[in-house]
């Protein structure tokens, strides 16, 4: 996905290079497979999605994960030494299950479980399913390597949802933590900084006439550059970042947010990238109707820069961004 150049650090740039060479092939693997680039001008209409029939399964991620040797406490809506799982999926899927109502918030929003058979003895299965009294700050965590649980996070509909507030708008995120839960967590950290000091857009790339409004590859058309997407950085002044080990890596669709490499590099794609194959953890998701204002970074005034052979366009003003908490609505 690649980095902006002045900024390097050994361990990035390692990444960095791994990420570029697989651009950088598929760009000569393009270079060699088609001499003449045709394809017509992306179609002009409007955006016209429906984020509200969306199936009650995508509200969530479709994963089942969770982080161990985490506790997260909070008030339990099921006791757990009666209620008992062989694996964290199954403890999961109980706490989405108390999830699937048409009306409200879930009942369920957070799960610990003990998976360790040695370290939880007569523990072992036990499965606490939580109702968290803020689900974006969840209760009062023991972490660390004598703690035997295993806990998650559900974002049921219209919760787990934090916006993106740049000087162009606010990108409506809904996050992911069954799918990147410690992607998610870190997420959280920074939307309770209340700032994101050191937080912004870098390189803004449009659709071209590679990809239409919808984000499809347009026939016979190039894979870029440009590349589609939108791309910043996410380290706050005065925190330390921990690079996130891969989580979920799906198809990148056009709205995905995901890391490039392990961050705190991220992008915004605007595209449905299926020639990136699964090389990215994303945690989360632009809702559609935010998209516009996605595209309206991707316009901004850029400058041409080349980083390991591959054509970037790099803002010339970068975009300031910070997580701020979204009011409770009608239920987007
Ligand atoms: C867990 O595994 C045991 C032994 O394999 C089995 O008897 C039990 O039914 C399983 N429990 C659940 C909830 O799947
Ligand atoms: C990158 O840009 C240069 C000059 O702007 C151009 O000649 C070259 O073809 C571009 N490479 C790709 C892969 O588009």
Aim: proline share 5%; glycine share 10%; hydrophobic share 35%.
């Amino acid at each position: 996905m690649g980095r902006k150049s002045g900024e390097s650090e050994p361990t990035r740039w390692g990444t960095l290079i791994i990420l570029l060479m697989g651009l950088i092939s598929f760009s000569m693997v393009y270079i060699f497979m088609s001499s003449v680039m045709s394809s017509p001008p992306p179609s002009s209409s409007s955006l016209s999605f429906n984020s509200k029939t969306k199936g009650e399964e995508s509200e969530f991620g479709g994963c089942c994960k969770g982080i161990e040797k985490l506790e997260l406490w909070g008030a339990a809506v099921k006791w757990g030494t009666e209620f008992k799982f062989n694996s964290s999926e199954q403890c999961c899927k109980a706490c989405k299950d108390m999830c699937r109502g048409n009306d409200g918030p879930c009942l369920c929003d957070s799960w610990v479980f003990c998976g360790n058979k040695v370290a939880c003895g007569d523990k072992f299965g036990e499965c606490w399913l939580k109702k968290q009294k803020d689900v974006l700050v969840p209760d009062k965590q023991e972490t660390g390597n004598k703690i035997m649980w295993t806990s998650g996070l559900i974002f049921g509909r219209g919760e787990g949802i934090v916006g993106l507030e740049t000087e162009y708008g606010t990108l409506h995120i809904k996050l992911l933590p069954d799918c990147s839960p410690k992607s998610v967590v870190y997420i959280l950290e920074l939307l309770a900084l209340r700032h994101c000091a050191g937080c912004y857009f870098y390189r803004a790339e449009g659709r071209g006439q590679s990809w239409d409004v919808k984000g499809s590859h347009i026939k016979d058309a190039s894979f870029g550059p440009p590349f589609a997407l939108i791309q910043g950085t996410l380290e706050a002044q005065g925190t330390t970042f921990n690079p996130i080990q891969t989580e979920h890596n799906p198809t990148i669709r056009r709205g995905s947010v995901a890391w490039a490499g392990s961050g705190p590099e991220f992008f915004i794609s605007l595209a449905n990238h299926e020639e990136w194959k699964n090389s990215y953890t994303v945690f989360g998701s632009v809702l559609p109707e935010d998209m516009v204002i996605a595209e309206k970074i991707a316009e901004l005034p850029t400058n041409a820069e080349v980083w390991n052979n591959i054509n970037v366009s790099v803002l010339e003003k970068n975009v300031p961004l910070r997580f701020q908490r979204i009011k409770i609505g009608n239920g987007d």
